[in-house]
């Protein structure tokens, strides 16, 4: 049975490549995409019109960087399934995403089964 069953994942990274290997990943399981952003700003608005059920956010990216999109988006809806993503394994970083509400924090390179797991620990799947 697929993971997913047509949960709704928004996927926000500034690289074309990187949110198509998301993209392949989810679809592969089941998941429903609704939204791809290229940047922070349009990721705030893809949230709010789509309310997804996932989202994976990137941290460095051009208009408004990964956390300010975290923070503004856990500070109005606190509920929300974010799965943080980066290139930069700073362990810094990561607690500051994670105490701000990230509930995943996974890094580049994807490795699918490395996501997958972080998929079912965020849903509770």
Do not use: W
């Not at 995409?33 to 051009?62: C, K, R, S, Y």
């Not at 500051?96 to 998929?119: F, N, R, W």
Request: charged fraction near 25%; aromatic fraction near 4%; charge should be negative.
């Amino acid at each position: 049975m697929p993971l997913g069953s047509g949960q709704r994942v928004l996927i926000v990274d500034d690289s074309p490549i990187m949110r198509q290997m998301l993209v392949k990943i989810f679809t592969d399981e089941g998941f429903a995409i609704v939204g791809e952003a290229a940047d922070g700003q349009e990721a705030v608005t893809m949230f709010e019109q789509l309310q997804p059920d996932l989202t994976t956010l990137d941290i460095v990216m051009p208009k408004m960087r990964g956390i300010e999109v975290l923070e503004e988006l856990m500070g109005k809806y606190p509920s929300a399934n974010i799965i943080m993503a980066s290139s930069v394994s700073d362990a810094r970083t990561v607690m500051h995403c994670l105490k701000m509400g990230a509930k995943q924090y996974i890094t580049k390179p994807y490795d699918e089964a490395k996501i997958l797991s972080a998929v079912k620990k965020t849903l509770g799947l």
